[in-house]
């Protein structure tokens, strides 16, 4: 499982969690150790009260034999005064030498000479002085949570014959601290989430719309729709100034291609007017050569023009049968003579650029026959894919050359001359289009010599 | 056609070191050519005798190809061939749909030029066809626009066919249910494409099958009658446009 959230809404709110957290810690051990504090103080004070003020002697015990008004009261809960010749601690009972300490220091303060000080911590449940009253022990044990536990102050003073023995009842600690901080907590991290939330969401989703965009202008390279600048003042300046470049980029692609519609205009009339010209050469092979240099040169010149054109598609893609399409271009070959054969084809619609993937078939078919002298053609479904493959039995590619084969004015021979035609663009072209449409141009030697080359794309 | 003597061309393009040498050749061909070297020239000579077929430029400086083009088939009645640099698809569907009878893209043969010029004077040359002509054509789901010979499959997909397997499935779709010989088809066929006479209708038809048949062996529409020729098996509608 992925613990750390990779969403910028996700990392913020769990920060803040964290953040809260911590701070929701720290201050709960300091109410805490306050409210510890607190009552230690309180116990320590109920024993030294009943010590100095009860204990010297036995003037007030009548006034303690009224009932206290508050029994939860901890100030009250001091009981009767025990008075006794001979102290000694009872065998559950724990010696507390620092609180005597303190209670030692206490009492003095007070002008009580002390001989002797002891303290223990006893359970309630098994103090004898308290089995004497059991009207008093059961209210107690009652209201004093599971394991009420007294402190047992004794005390012989100067001069003293008896031990003073002073019971406090140790409060027992509030359950509830732990479950209010928490609930505390989780109440104040809602309501920051909640705002967190609604804060980062008027960031996170102009950002997310920006995303999907940037991807959509990076495919289509189409500056319509725009983006609307929402948002906080710093997204919105982002959305500003990526719109502006999307129009800048566009803008200098559309320059692109009405620079090379003048150009390839500007060529292809001189073109045709030498194409025209030649026709009053009389010797017919030299006019051949002339037509064929000259079909050349336009061949090359639509290769160029269309590899910088190829994604700037100026119509939205069709639905075509490619079973279809592909049957149309090898019937092309088969026109020309070309021994092209048809394999098996799948009947399969997709969104295309009809002419661009024409095209793209057209040159892998044209390659073929050209360095293999015959080509078969199919169209398959493989997963998710449509193949459009084409196979040759010529001498295929030497194995380290095959990325190098797709770049452009590369020619599978360097000996190999203008005879075989084009611009070297044949698979550069193929491999863009291929691109365009989603899909991926693959090559590959095949088993027993040739060449495999697929367009493939991903089923629409 | 051996009366070439008679055929008047208006040949219009702004660039003269193109149409002098293009306009030579044609009068070579036996034509008889005139020149403008933009639009409101061709006008000014529209307005003494028509020519048979104007060859119109797209991209010329002042009123376009494509605005004369309209005048000239909207009035005149005239037959249109662009000869255009751009070769883009949509370029050849605007020319066509704004009624224009062929396009050539430069450069050009000159010879495929004139094949061309000949086809569409033979079809003008013919009865004008019915007027419901840009209806479309339907048949179990399967439609045919005429006028941007786009065939569309059940599922609306486009299915890519030659200017040859067009005809003939318009042949087919114009006599649903008839046996068509092959002398028959061929005549129907014909059309500006020069060497479709080459090409055998046998062929095309098998062609046209693998386009549209589920299994072009077993075919389900283009029948083979024995010793007759073909027959189209099923019912065709016509729709104006934008209907169906």
């Known amino acids: 499982m992925r613990l750390w959230p990779r969403s910028l809404l996700g990392q913020m709110l769990l920060a803040v969690a964290a ?35 009860r204990g010297r002697d036995g003037r007030e015990e009548r006034a303690l034999r009224t009932p206290p008004r508050r029994p939860d009261d901890s100030f009250v809960r001091a009981l009767r005064i025990e008075r006794s010749p001979a102290f000694a601690p009872l065998p559950g009972d724990v010696a507390d030498a620092e609180r005597a300490e303190a209670l030692r220091a206490m009492v003095e303060s007070h002008g009580v000479a002390v001989s002797d000080l002891a303290v223990f911590v006893r359970p309630l449940a098994s103090d004898p002085y308290l089995a004497t009253r059991p009207r008093l022990r059961a209210r107690l044990l009652r209201g004093g949570g599971d394991r009420p536990r007294l402190l047992v102050a004794a005390l012989k003073a100067q001069g003293a014959q ?35 939330f609604l804060l980062l969401r008027r960031i996170t989703r102009p ?35 990526h719109n502006a470049m999307e129009a800048r980029i566009a803008a200098l692609l559309d320059e692109k291609d009405v620079m090379l519609g003048a150009i390839g205009h500007d060529l292809k009339t001189p073109l045709a007017a030498l194409r025209v010209r030649i026709e009053s050469v009389e010797d017919e092979a030299e006019r051949a050569k002339m037509a064929a240099g000259i079909e050349d040169i336009t ?111 590369t020619r599978g021979e360097a000996s190999r001359n203008r005879e075989t035609g084009g611009a070297g663009l044949g698979l550069t072209l193929a491999r863009a289009i291929a691109e365009q449409h989603g899909g991926e141009l693959a090559l590959a030697n095949r088993d027993g010599g040739g060449l495999r080359a697929e367009i493939r794309l991903p089923a629409g | 056609m051996n009366d070439t003597a008679t055929i008047r061309l208006l040949l219009v393009d702004d660039e003269a070191s193109l149409r002098e040498p293009l306009a030579d ?36 400086p002042g009123e376009d190809g494509l605005s004369l083009c309209r005048h000239l088939v909207e009035s005149r009645e005239i037959p249109v061939i662009f000869l255009t640099a751009r070769g883009e698809a949509t370029d050849r569907i605007v020319g066509l749909e704004i009624g224009a009878d062929d396009y050539v893209v430069k450069p050009f043969e000159p010879r495929e030029l004139v094949a061309r010029i000949r086809s569409v004077l033979r079809r003008a040359s013919r009865p004008a066809p019915a007027a419901e002509d840009d209806a479309h054509y339907l048949f179990e789901d399967w439609r045919l626009d005429p006028l941007k010979r786009k065939l ?5 997909a486009l299915v890519p066919i030659s200017t040859a397997e067009f005809r ?44 549209i048949e589920e299994d072009s062996r077993n075919p389900h529409f283009i029948q083979t009658v024995r010793g007759g020729g073909y027959r189209f098996a099923a019912d065709v509608r016509r729709v104006a446009q934008d209907q169906g």
């Open chain 1, 19 to 53: 953040v809260l957290l911590l701070a929701q810690a720290i201050s709960a051990t300091l109410l805490w150790r306050a409210a510890e504090a607190r009552r230690e103080a309180a116990v320590m004070n109920a024993a030294a009260f009943s010590l100095v003020v």
């Open chain 1, 162 to 196: 008896e031990w003073a023995v002073a019971r406090v009842l140790i409060p027992v600690r509030q359950r509830g601290v732990l479950g209010s901080i928490l609930f505390q907590t989780l109440v104040i991290y809602l309501l920051l989430v909640g705002l967190h």
């Open chain 2, 168 to 211: 003939l499935l318009r042949a087919f779709l114009d006599h649903p249910r008839a046996v068509l010989d092959r002398d028959r088809l061929l005549d129907m066929v014909q059309g500006r494409e020069a060497h479709l006479f080459d090409r055998a209708v046998d062929n095309q038809v098998s062609r046209l099958r693998r386009k």
């Open chain 1, 207 to 241: 950002l997310a719309a920006l995303t999907a965009r940037t991807e959509s202008f990076a495919r289509d390279r189409n500056a319509d729709g725009q983006l609307e600048a929402r948002g906080p003042h710093d997204v919105r300046r982002l959305i500003a100034a």
């Open chain 1, 299 to 409: 061949r090359s010149l639509d290769d160029i023009l269309s590899l910088a054109r190829v994604g700037r598609a100026s119509e939205a893609p069709e639905r075509v049968d490619l079973a279809a399409l592909t049957a149309s271009v090898v019937e092309e070959f088969e026109d020309m003579g070309d021994p092209v054969t048809l394999g098996p084809t799948v009947r399969a619609a997709r969104p295309v650029h009809i002419t661009w993937l024409r095209r793209g078939l057209r040159n892998l078919i044209a390659n073929a026959v050209r360095y293999g002298g015959a080509a078969d053609v199919s169209l398959t479904r493989e997963g998710g894919h449509l193949v459009l493959r084409v196979e040759d039995r010529g001498p295929g590619i030497a194995p380290g050359r095959i990325a190098d084969m797709m770049e452009p004015f």
């Open chain 2, 152 to 156: 569309t499959d059940p599922d609306g």
């Open chain 2, 25 to 60: 050749y044609l009068v070579r061909q036996g034509f008889v050519v005139e020149q403008a070297a933009d639009a409101a020239a061709a006008r000014s000579l529209l307005l003494g005798e028509a020519p048979d077929l104007v060859l119109l430029d797209i991209m010329m």
